[in-house]
């Protein structure tokens, strides 16, 4: 069986970077030593997404059986030093969002209703830790993280530096250089004057700020500030005097707007999911047979070959083994037998069926790979190179009409 592991960080994916990973804040690990108080998050995730041209909002459309605003999340869930993260929805998506906080294990989200405006949004979201001082769930945080629910390639070095500098500065943005020249028209629709594009940066996501800065600001603000507003570092600055530490975020910040940006998400986040694998075999000395020359074909095609174990049958392996993997969210498991097709008792070829499909709801892809064992090498080696093609494929492709089916390498 070969086991995609994957702990889904959002760089490209994480776009955000594509393919270096965030690594898991331990108890003991690097985020949690640098931030000894209390982080929360909020997403703004009550537009319509007009933009896209679909009927459904773009932070609840579907990669690779995954509501995008779920990656998201996991990019904040997975770090140890961040408490909750409030997800500030439409009335009329409430249970949707529950649903899919219920199908994904997210454990550490707060579901509240938004507002007319994005600032209204914000506010309410910010309100959802004020009006709780008796539920333990949502305590005030020290410093509050503002990030949309459409920007799921954030970057764990990037939120460490925004927490940090919000914490001593008051607030804390991430920028960009802007792509292309600003230039200004005249009322007729003519070129009016050009700004000189190396004094001026795109603010992006995510902000952070002292919680009692920003909300004090929300506070203060005016209606048309809640209207029709959008930076949250002006607020702060124009209502308590707070100048943000601006800090240059990587290439990866962009957000999902159009309805081309989703098949970059994907193919972002394929390319993440593909860069590590585990294989397991029936017998110990097929597993370390099979892993140096697995090793071998799937190192050229971007894949790493990270451990070896050998259960003494795949299908009889109790669900507990699922278990484990939900907490890993993204896995493609795939088996591989020296027994030919004819010898498949039914029963086991249905409790594998069966399995497949249990565990697809907890976002786990069941795939069996049939592979003959031989001692001729030659055959060996063409068997173990059409195993890490078919490999490489479904992992990358992770085409849901092939769980629960049996492939021959």
């Given at each position: 069986m070969l086991e995609e592991i994957a702990s889904a960080s959002a760089r490209p994916l994480d776009p955000g970077s594509p393919l270096t990973r965030d690594t898991e804040c331990s108890g003991d690990g690097p985020g949690r030593a640098a931030v000894d108080f209390p982080v929360a998050v909020i997403l703004p995730a009550g537009g319509s997404g007009e933009r896209m041209g679909l009927p459904t909002p773009k932070q609840f459309c579907t990669i690779l059986n995954r509501p995008l605003i779920s990656y998201t999340i996991q990019a904040f869930e997975r770090l140890s030093w961040i408490g909750t993260v409030v997800v500030v929805v439409a009335k009329e998506n409430h249970d949707l969002m529950l649903n899919i906080v219920r199908e994904f294990h997210h454990t550490k989200v707060k579901v509240v209703h938004g507002g007319t405006s994005r600032h209204r949004s914000v506010f309410n979201g910010l309100q959802a830790f004020s009006n709780s001082t008796d539920d333990s769930l949502t305590p005030k945080p020290k410093v509050v993280i503002i990030h949309d629910a459409v920007r799921p390639f954030v970057e764990e070095d990037?939120?460490?530096?925004?927490?940090?500098?919000?914490?001593?500065?008051?607030?804390?943005?991430?920028?960009?250089?802007?792509?292309?020249?600003?230039?200004?028209?005249?009322?007729?629709?003519?070129?009016?004057?050009?700004?000189?594009?190396?004094?001026?940066?795109?603010?992006?996501?995510?902000?952070?700020?002292?919680?009692?800065?920003?909300?004090?600001?929300?506070?203060?603000?005016?209606?048309?500030?809640?209207?029709?507003?959008?930076?949250?570092?002006?607020?702060?600055?124009?209502?308590?005097?707070?100048?943000?530490?601006?800090?240059?975020?990587?290439?990866?910040?962009?957000?999902?707007?159009?309805?081309?940006?989703?098949?970059?998400?994907?193919?972002?986040?394929?390319?993440?999911?593909?860069?590590?694998?585990?294989?397991?075999?029936?017998?110990?000395?097929?597993?370390?047979?099979?892993?140096?020359?697995?090793?071998?074909?799937?190192?050229?095609?971007?894949?790493?070959?990270?451990?070896?174990?050998?259960?003494?049958?795949?299908?009889?392996?109790?669900?507990?083994?699922?278990?484990?993997?939900?907490?890993?969210?993204?896995?493609?498991?795939?088996?591989?037998?020296?027994?030919?097709?004819?010898?498949?008792?039914?029963?086991?070829?249905?409790?594998?069926?069966?399995?497949?499909?249990?565990?697809?709801?907890?976002?786990?892809?069941?795939?069996?790979?049939?592979?003959?064992?031989?001692?001729?090498?030659?055959?060996?080696?063409?068997?173990?190179?059409?195993l890490a093609d078919i490999t490489v494929a479904l992992i990358r492709d992770r085409n849901p009409a092939l769980i629960g089916q049996l492939l021959q390498a």
């Open positions: 990037l939120l460490l530096k925004i927490t940090l500098a919000a914490k001593e500065e008051g607030a804390s943005g991430a920028i960009r250089p802007l792509v292309s020249t600003v230039i200004a028209t005249t009322l007729e629709g003519y070129l009016d004057h050009s700004l000189e594009r190396a004094k001026y940066r795109a603010s992006e996501m995510p902000q952070g700020f002292l919680y009692d800065i920003i909300f004090q600001a929300y506070q203060l603000c005016s209606e048309y500030d809640f209207d029709f507003g959008t930076e949250c570092l002006h607020l702060a600055l124009q209502y308590c005097g707070t100048n943000a530490k601006l800090i240059e975020g990587p290439p990866t910040l962009w957000k999902v707007t159009y309805k081309r940006d989703l098949a970059a998400a994907e193919a972002i986040i394929k390319e993440n999911l593909s860069t590590s694998a585990c294989v397991i075999t029936e017998a110990a000395a097929e597993a370390v047979e099979l892993a140096g020359t697995l090793q071998k074909n799937l190192a050229t095609q971007g894949m790493v070959l990270v451990g070896v174990s050998s259960p003494e049958l795949f299908l009889r392996l109790d669900m507990h083994l699922f278990e484990s993997s939900r907490e890993m969210k993204e896995k493609v498991k795939l088996n591989t037998t020296k027994r030919s097709f004819d010898t498949q008792k039914t029963d086991e070829i249905t409790t594998f069926m069966r399995l497949a499909s249990e565990v697809k709801q907890a976002n786990v892809q069941l795939y069996g790979i049939q592979i003959d064992h031989t001692k001729v090498s030659e055959l060996w080696e063409r068997s173990a190179a059409r």
